[in-house]
């Protein structure tokens, strides 16, 4: 139906009620229109109501409980949409689009929408089936069945595709959750992707497999034979490369006792990685305009920081009078170390790790280690929970000469 089809049923269904007052649940009653149709072209049953010159509503005088609709209704209803789809399977939604009323008091009336199915012979729809609550036996079997077909001790939820009927949301919601599945059918849990393994500990997972194979592994050939998922191994610590050109690196300087095969492997991988390496993408030269950041008219600094550059530079500038002395920066984390001049004591200092940020934020999106530094200095604190202490220069500088 067109929006000006809507209007004129509004206005035909208050003359035949003789009303200037005329409420949905009447509409729908006198006219078999849903709402669905009312709103694909209104955002409300009110502003149908206005553009038809009607009134919406009824008054406080006139306001009448619904009439009830009998299970009988319900059920001659369900079989006129039933026929009129042409098909014996009905869902709820289906339902409420074609028949005079919704499927809600059909709910009511029968307990459940699969009652009212079967009360009126007919089938419920393909997702409905597929929702149905399974049995923990039945996720059980599933699962020891996908895995003795895998030979595998562990799944994941993608192991399921193509190889069950069954997918892991249902499985997960019978059991109480993935690994409660797993764990009531016997199988291990997967490894931790987000896991975090010391360099000594990866170190020494690299050089076993390296022994074994007697080559250089694959990541996946490593994550087999490690028992970790290939994130712990490769985006944890910056790429498959990365991993390898840190581990070897700990490995030759560890001056372990290797056998001489190996040794020639590590140093050969090693200057492999080291020749095609690309370089860090935050030391190539874009040559791209600075952003600028709101007027800020400290001393030298025109503009607040807007990089983590500048909060470098800005740190550089103060941090004497904050109390630090800056012994050197760098380009692995944490980016400086320095010293720090003790409060009560003018001329004693503690050794102080510090990583830069813009944002306290960035600390936790670039997945750095709070155990591996003591501050963050950051131009602007929006971590509440950060588990490190924190400097925020936006407000530091403000106690300075020179701030107005």
Known sequence: ??????????????????????????????????????????????????????NHGLTHENLVAPPKISREECVAEMKKVAALLGQRQLSSNEFTRHARFTAGPVIRRFGSWQEALKESGLEPCAKAILDTPLSVDECVFELQRVANLLGTKTLQPRDLRGHSGYSAHRIARACGGWFKALSRAGLTPTPNPNQRLSIERLADLFLRVVVDLHRIPTLLQ??????????????????????KMDVIKYLLAS????????????RAELTRLTEHMPPDKSEVNTMKEHRQGRTLGFRGFAFAPTSEQDVVQLFGA????????????????PDCEARRRMPAQRENFIKC?????????????????????????CWEHNWPKCPVEVLELKRAIKGLTGWE
């Open 1 to 54: 139906m067109t929006r000006n089809d809507l209007i004129d049923t509004i206005r035909k269904a208050a003359a035949a009620l003789r009303t200037t007052r005329l409420s949905a649940p009447a509409f729908r009653q006198q006219t078999g229109v849903t709402m669905s149709a009312i709103y694909r072209h209104f955002d409300s049953w009110s502003e149908a109501c206005l553009a038809a010159g009607i």
């Open 318 to 333: 103060v941090a004497n009078e904050l109390g630090f002395e800056i012994i050197g920066n760098r380009a692995a984390f």
């Open 222 to 243: 490593l994550s087999r034979r490690s028992g970790h998922a290939p994130d712990t191994l490769s985006r944890n610590r910056g790429g498959y490369p990365a991993f």
């Open 255 to 266: 001056n372990g006792k290797f056998p001489k095969d190996v040794l020639g492997m590590l």
């Open 353 to 377: 790790l510090i990583e830069y940020e813009f944002s306290s934020r960035d600390f936790k999106r670039h997945q750095h280690d709070p155990q591996g530094c003591n501050l963050i200095v």
